[in-house]
């Protein structure tokens, strides 16, 4: 059974949460801030309120781009084609980032604006599934003018999809030079027993922020020993609560009681905590001339800078002022930004060779 709530008290959302409260008032007004979520697509659950004057996804914002024909970014939960086919991912990790059913089911971040893109039926993107995330990028940034991209899905092999990793990565650099922060799942060896320790791309390109996934001890749950210099942040990802739907149920879908596990869910931390971060230090940024892909890597700097400390289970990382650690909500808010002079641009997002 998960451990009920350990992941939002781990990374201190709630406390961020009521200290932008407190700054923008209780009803909080987000600014225009908007989150797009690449997955699965949605359904109809309780926790998203979509029958209310304020629901938790903007769905009329969003794209379909498996279901010829259906312009909604609905998951039918039927199956449908693709590799490791996961239905109903995206409902589970959307639900993890915005849910907002008091009492019943809160994510890490409700209330932010989330926009949900259908661009595959499973977690793992391959041929034109790596298309369709390319495309959603750039509509993401460029008609719904998004300030952070959330990516629970993954490219393991570059092999036979050449052509489709030069489009995402193309969109990958748009987004970075508009200020856009991307952040993607580092993915887990349990997919890919043929690549142990390994992580996937997007994530593996330097524009973007990897999110590793850590268990309720605060240790790594994943072997990432080829694939740990990629990640950037470590985040919630075993035995997370998180809402649930089945094909043939009615709906609204009801069930929150489920556990889920993975990099996906930290993702979704890490996306609702960029989130945070541009409410709180967006007037700032403004002010002070961060722009383009400045704003990401100010957000980088402040996520190596300003963490918690992984415990010890013999899972390294690198040493030194970039080492990596826990996500904070709470102190990515109340830490000061980093000087522009310190800010290095990324290199290019070109696909590397297996």
Request: proline share 6%; hydrophobic share 40%.
């Amino acid at each position: 059974m998960p451990i009920s709530n350990w992941n939002t008290g781990a990374v201190r959302s709630r406390e961020a949460m009521r200290l932008l409260a407190d700054e923008f008032g209780a009803d909080l007004d987000w600014n225009s801030i908007l989150i797009a979520h690449l997955d699965t697509g949605f359904t109809n659950h309780i926790v998203f309120n979509l029958a209310s004057d304020r629901p938790a996804l903007l769905v009329d914002r969003g794209i379909n781009y498996v279901d010829t024909g259906v312009s909604e970014p609905r998951d039918p939960l039927n199956g449908g084609g693709g590799l490791v086919v996961t239905p109903g991912h995206g409902t589970r990790t959307l639900g993890a980032l915005c849910g907002n059913l008091p009492g019943i089911y809160i994510g890490v971040c409700p209330t932010v604006p989330v926009v949900p893109y259908r661009v595959t039926n499973g977690v793992m993107l391959s041929g034109q599934t790596i298309l369709n995330a390319a495309n959603a990028i750039m509509d993401a940034v460029d008609r719904n003018l998004a300030d952070v991209i959330s990516i629970s899905l993954g490219v393991q092999s570059i092999v036979g999809n050449v052509k489709q990793m030069h489009a995402l990565g193309r969109a990958v650099d748009h987004a970075y030079e508009r200020g856009v922060i991307i952040v993607c799942a580092a993915g887990q060896t349990d997919d890919a027993p043929q690549l142990v320790g390994a992580t996937v791309y997007p994530g593996r390109y330097s524009r973007t922020i990897m999110a590793g996934g850590i268990d309720a001890d605060m240790k790594v749950c994943f072997d990432y020993e080829i694939g740990r210099p990629f990640v950037d942040i470590w985040a919630p990802a075993d035995e997370i609560c998180r809402p649930n739907s089945v094909f043939g149920l009615p709906e609204p879908f009801k069930d929150v009681a489920g556990s889920g596990d993975g990099t996906s869910y930290a993702t979704v931390h890490v996306a609702g905590a960029a989130a945070m971060w541009l409410r709180k230090h967006g007037a700032q940024l403004d002010d002070d001339g961060y722009v383009g892909w400045q704003r990401v890597e100010a957000f980088r700097a402040m996520l190596r800078k300003h963490k918690q400390s992984l415990a010890g289970n013999g899972v390294p990382t690198r040493k030194g002022p970039t080492d990596t650690g826990v996500l904070d909500c709470v102190a990515l808010l109340t830490n000061k930004l980093p000087p522009l002079s310190s800010l290095k641009k990324a290199q290019l997002a070109e696909p590397e060779v297996d």
